[in-house]
Structures are given as C-alpha cells and as structure tokens.
C-alpha cells in the first residue's frame, strides 16, 4: 500500500500584522494511502479548510506551518519550510469550493482548460482540447457543447463539474475537494458521490474531501477524520465511525444530523468551539463535553480502539492501547 | 380618460423602447459622420485658408455676413467663412479627445491595476497619488501652462490628462480590487504563476471593458471641457479653428450675428451627445451577464 499524503504532527497558523499566530490546525497526524478517499469532517472554523489548502500548496503567504507533510516521497511541509515544486497542480490538484468565483467569466470553458494545461505542461491548443474532450465526458458533460461556454451560461452543477473535470486534466493523482457538494442539489450530490467513487476504481485517484455533509460522507467515503478546534478527534472507516461513534463529539455530530422522514428532536451542541488561538493544553473539547472529567484537563493521546484513532481519556481503560 | 392616459404612456413607452433600440446607431452614426468630416474638411470646406485662420482681403465687407448660399453657416466678425471654420475645427476636437482618452486610460489602467494588485505600501502611495490629483480642476493645470510656456492645443491637452487620468486609476482600481479577490486570481497567484500573466490574463481582461465602456462615455464630457479650456482662452491661439474658439470671438456680437455662437455650439452639442449614446449602449451590451456572444480582442 503506497502513501499518498502523511502528515505528522502538522500545525498551521495564520499570523496577523502584529506577528501574533493563530493557530488553525493543531498538530494532527494522518495518513492517506493510494485511491482512498479520505474525508475531514468537522464544523465551521475548525481547521478542515487549512489542511486542505496545505496539501493541495495554495496556503496564503502569512500563514505558519510547523511538523511535516509527506505527499508521496516528497517532504512539502519540512517545519516552517514550504516546497511545492514538482507537486502543486502535477501531482496534486484542487476542486474549489465555489466554483462560481474560481472559473474566469470572461473565457470559455476551453480556453480555461488551455490555460491550466500550457501552464502545467505546456500543451498546445490542439492537445489541450483534445485532453478536455476526454475530461469533459468523464464528468458526464457535452464535449461538444460545454467547450464553447461562458461559465455563466452553465448552471452551478454544472460549472461544479466543470471544474472537478478541470482539476482532473492535470492528471493530479491526488485531489483536494473543499465542500464540493455544498452547493448542490440532492441528485447532483449523488451523481458526484458516484463520479468520485468511479474516479477512484478507475483511475486510482486519491481523493481527500472537506465536507460538512455526513451523510454523503458516509456513503462514498473509506475513512472519515473527525476534526475539531483544529485536532483529529476520531478517525476510522467511514460506515463504522457513524454507525458506533466513540468520541462524544462525534456522537452528538452524528445525533445532530436530521434524518429524512423521521420525526426526531433535532439536537444541537450546546456551547462555542474554542476561539482559533494559543496553545491549548486540556482536551480541546472539555467544554462542551457532556461528560468531562478531571483527567481532561490533559490532552489525551491517541488511543486504538476497535481499528480506529480516538483521542478521548474514556477509552484508556477500555482494552484500548 | 384611463384608456387615454393608458394609450399616452403606451405610446410613449413604445417610442422609449425603440429610442433605446437605436441609441447605439444614432451614436455611431453621429460620430461616423463628424469623423468623416475632419477627415475631409480639406477637400470639402469652401474656403479651406479660411478655415485655417487666414483673414480675406474684403474682410470688413464679408464680416458677419448671416447664413447664405455661398457661406451656408454665414461668416464671422473678420469675414472668414464660417462653415469652413468650423468644419476644421471637428478635426482639433478628434484630435484633442483621441489625445485625451486614450493616454489617460493607459496611464488609470496600469495604475489601477498596479494599486489592486500590488497592495501593501503601493496600494497606499498609489491611492494618495489618485485622490491628489482627482482634487486637481484641469483649467487650474491649463492655466498654469499657458503662462509657463504659451498658447497651443497642448495647453489644453496636457491639462486634460494631468486630471483625467486619476479618474480612469480610480475606476480601474474599484473594479480591479474585487477581481482580485476572486479564487482564479488567488489560486493563481499562490501557484506561483507570473504576475505580468496573471494580470493580463484575468485582471486585465475583467477590468478593461466596464473602464473602456466609460472612457467611450466620458468622451463628450472631455470634448466639453477641452471646449471650455479654449473658450475663455487660455489653450489653443486666438485664430485657430476650434469651436470653443470661435464661440469666444462670436460671444462679443452673439445679439447681432447669434450664427457665429450658433453653429460650433450645435457641433458640440451633436458630437458629446453621439460619445455619450455609444457608451451608454455599450454599457449593457458589454456587461458579462447580459452577453451571450461578445468577444473583446485583448
């Protein structure tokens, strides 16, 4: 099983114009191997953004990166040194979240293919249509039509599938996908769950997506990390974190999920996630938890349980190691 | 009474609608045409010296003649064809808003557009340096030169753009300012592409039209002011054909020969009027959402 993305106790800040640092992300470890698709659930602000940014390499210029990140052999994130070249737009690429302000409106779909493609491998004319054709079917659009349109003449699927198709032309074997279903119907949510899914068994693509939706998480994802206040608070394959949530977070995320047809109280999680900041000590959830006790005062370690990651005190006397 | 009054405002919206549908060719029309005759007032004018400045030998006799069949726009108080004069007189008024338009535009463009993208340090100069001279009133800079260096149509022309320049800066900087806020601009930008392409490729193209669509429109209103420059005589010299120029050496009689006021005014009026109805008719058809085939060549 080869590598495709290894972080190992990766932090990124952002730091403001008194050089004070915020942390977004506070030291997570993580891997993902070759064709899986591995989700970063969480709510907003806490981190999932950042992580994503950092290995598709378009972090802004003032943030502030800390441990490492491995994509494939190379050592992208060696402490605060950035090192992208060879691997930004070649080996990994990126699904925006807002397809609406990333495609240029004043050109048309092939010409934006051409500029991607004659940056990156400096493809002709001829060739970059010729690759865009191909593209283009893969996501189920009309070659023939698609090609000559202004971004606004497409509908929002659609500019979404544009851009997927325009992140894939790179022949990237990684994807960054930021919220790509957050703007679209049920039935288009389902058809991209499907495109990603055929994606991964055909071309063996490795695919990390950002999402709030859990629901369709679940449905097309192999391991689901569960972040919060900028830590990974549970990590493991994605049907079973759902069905048998162990951390509390995880547990009142998935209780807040409204379910379709079925007349359950909606619950909220009561309280505010951490300010983004300093260094935190304690369990970053210890004030929300439900079921805080004094040893939370600690950051607890990761612990193996039931062939997953969970960072919770609970679990340290229950067979876990 | 309603069914009138219904009648009235439909007729009238009907006359609206197809005003509308014939802004841009009245515009282009107009403008055509006063091209066409500075281009050829050598060859069309009757009296193409006198057109220049040349005062006839029976001057007394000619002067303030009223409109007739051989001076068809009647003659000013030296005697000189009227017509002549003020067809010579489009050419300086092309001249001056080519002049104008176009070095402003380049000067606004590349300063806007360094001041959006640039930010930091030269966003803040480059802003100060806009709001000082849009503050600035173009006749005060025409004055100043006319007593450095003297009279001639870059008296009025170097006025001009000292100001308008600020003008096209500030606009393209508006516009250039949330393109560049836009994810194809920052994710560019992060990935290292070069600057000069970035700005050309999507700065630019996002930013050119809206700006270019008011610089057409602004045409008339730089037409009106170079006029005004001339008119209480501090750009170009007293003989040359100029409408604003003319309308001076005509104001002193303007009771008894109201012509010679009459016709360069009609011309000016025309002429801003035809700039304005092209760039106002511009403005919808070159907005991206309201397109459907519009290609720019940049």
């Known amino acids: 099983m080869v590598l495709a993305v290894k972080a190992v106790d990766l932090k990124i800040g952002y730091m403001d114009e008194e050089e004070k640092i915020y942390w977004a992300v506070r030291g997570v470890s993580f891997q993902v191997s070759e064709s899986e698709i591995y989700c970063i659930v969480g709510e907003s602000g806490c981190g999932k953004s950042t992580i994503g940014n950092a290995i598709a390499g378009i972090l802004p210029s003032h943030a502030v990166t800390s441990g490492k990140l491995y994509i494939y052999d190379k050592k992208v994130i060696d402490n605060e040194k950035m090192d992208y070249t060879g691997i930004r737009g070649r080996v990994v690429s990126y699904i925006p979240q807002n397809p609406g302000t990333s495609l240029n409106p004043y050109e048309t779909i092939e010409e934006q293919f051409y500029h991607v493609l004659s940056s990156v491998y400096g493809y002709d004319k001829r060739k970059s249509v010729e690759t865009a054709r191909r593209y283009l079917a893969m996501v ?38 930021d919220e790509p279903t957050s703007s679209l119907d049920a039935h288009l949510r389902l058809q991209l769950i499907r ?62 999920v409204p379910i379709l047809g079925l007349k359950k109280p909606l619950k909220s999680i009561p309280g505010e996630p951490p300010q983004v900041g300093g260094e935190i000590s304690w369990c970053v959830f210890r004030e929300r938890c439900p079921v805080a006790f004094e040893k939370c005062g600690i950051h607890p370690p990761e612990l193996y349980i039931m062939e997953r990651k969970v960072s919770c005190w609970r679990y340290m006397n229950h067979g876990a190691r | 009474m309603n069914s009138i009054e219904a009648n009235i405002r439909g007729a009238a919206y009907l006359v609206r609608k197809q005003f509308r549908k014939m802004r841009f060719k009245t515009g282009l029309a107009i403008v055509l045409v006063i091209t066409i005759l500075a281009l050829l007032s050598p060859i069309i004018a009757p009296f193409p010296e006198e057109g220049l400045g040349y005062i006839p030998e029976n001057a007394v006799a000619k002067a303030r003649l009223p409109p007739n069949p051989v001076n068809i726009f009647g003659t000013d108080t030296r005697g000189r064809d009227l017509f002549s004069r003020v067809l010579f007189g489009a050419g300086s008024a092309l001249v001056e808003i080519l002049i104008v338009v176009l070095t402003s535009l380049s000067i606004g463009i590349i300063i806007g557009v360094s001041a959006a993208y640039f930010k930091g340090v030269v966003e803040h100069v480059l802003n100060y340096l806009i709001e000082l001279f849009v503050s600035v009133p173009a006749i005060i800079i025409a004055l100043a030169l006319r007593l450095a260096i003297g009279p001639g149509l870059y008296v009025v022309i170097l006025g001009l753009i000292t100001t308008w320049w600020s003008w096209y800066a500030r606009i393209t900087y ?54 005004s420059i001339n008119f209480i005589g501090l750009g170009v010299p007293l003989n040359s054909p100029e409408w604003g120029v003319i309308m001076l050496e005509g104001l002193p009689v303007i009771t008894i020969a109201p012509w010679i006021t009459m016709f360069p005014g009609i011309f000016l009026l025309i002429t801003a009027l035809g700039f304005s109805l092209i760039g106002d008719s511009l403005r919808e058809e070159l907005d991206p959402r309201m397109r459907r085939r519009w290609r720019l060549w940049f």
């Open chain 1, 140 to 177: 189920e659009l009309d070659p023939d039509k698609v090609l000559d349109y202004y971004p606004h003449e497409l509908s929002g699927g659609m500019q979404q599938r544009a851009a997927i198709s325009i992140a894939l032309a790179t022949g990237a074997r990684i994807i960054v996908a």
């Open chain 2, 174 to 227: 508006i516009y250039a300012r949330s393109i560049v806020e836009m994810d194809y601009v920052v994710l560019a930008r992060l990935s290292g592409l070069n600057s000069l392409k970035i700005i050309y490729r999507h700065v630019l193209r996002n930013t050119i039209p809206p700006v270019l669509v008011q610089a057409v429109t602004d045409m008339g209103s730089v037409l009106l002011e170079a006029t």
């Open chain 1, 195 to 256: 495109l990603m899914r055929k994606l991964r068994d055909t071309v063996r693509l490795s695919l990390i997506l950002i999402t709030h939706d859990l629901v369709s998480a679940g449905r097309i994802c192999d391991t689901i990390a569960v972040m919060y206040a900028g830590k990974i608070v549970e990590e493991g394959r994605g049907s079973l974190l759902l069905t048998e949530p162990l951390h509390p977070y995880t547990q009142m995320l998935v209780d807040a």
